[in-house]
């Protein structure tokens, strides 16, 4: 069973930034994702790293703001975000998929999802 937990979500400023962390348990060879839902929208792609760091992409609203790594060593995966707007704020959510090396946007080829930390960010 692979268990993902969020953290670093909270309340900020229009303009200031947020490091959201993934804890995952069990191996570290999936694609990661992160995903936010707004209140009363569905869930959007954020960014996507594969498995080795080496490749990412991001939804064009977050480009240039968000950045994703990941740490093998300690199976977390950071989203970096700076610049942030009220448009931003919304439930995060981090996720893993089983599709092998290459990237995917599709939030149902990801096969673990944390629960979710909330960003709150005040115009």
């Known amino acids: 069973q692979v268990r993902l937990v969020e953290s670093g979500g909270g309340l900020v400023e229009a303009g200031g930034s947020l490091r959201l962390s993934c804890i995952t348990s069990?191996?570290?060879?999936?694609?990661m994702g992160w995903f936010r839902q707004a209140p009363g929208k569905e869930r959007d792609f954020v960014a996507a790293?594969?498995?080795?760091?080496?490749?990412?992409d991001y939804a064009n609203s977050v480009k240039g703001r968000f950045t994703i790594s990941r740490d093998n060593a300690d199976n977390t995966v950071y989203l970096q975000m700076n610049s942030l707007k009220a448009d931003d704020t919304a439930v995060y959510y981090c996720?893993?998929?089983?599709?092998?090396?290459?990237?995917?946007?599709?939030?149902?080829?990801?096969?673990?999802w944390g629960q979710g930390t909330q960003v709150t960010v005040s115009s």
């Open positions: 996720a893993a998929s089983r599709i092998g090396p290459r990237l995917t946007t599709t939030s149902w080829e990801y096969d673990y």
């Open positions: 069990g191996r570290s060879t999936y694609t």
């Open positions: 790293i594969s498995w080795s760091g080496g490749t990412t």
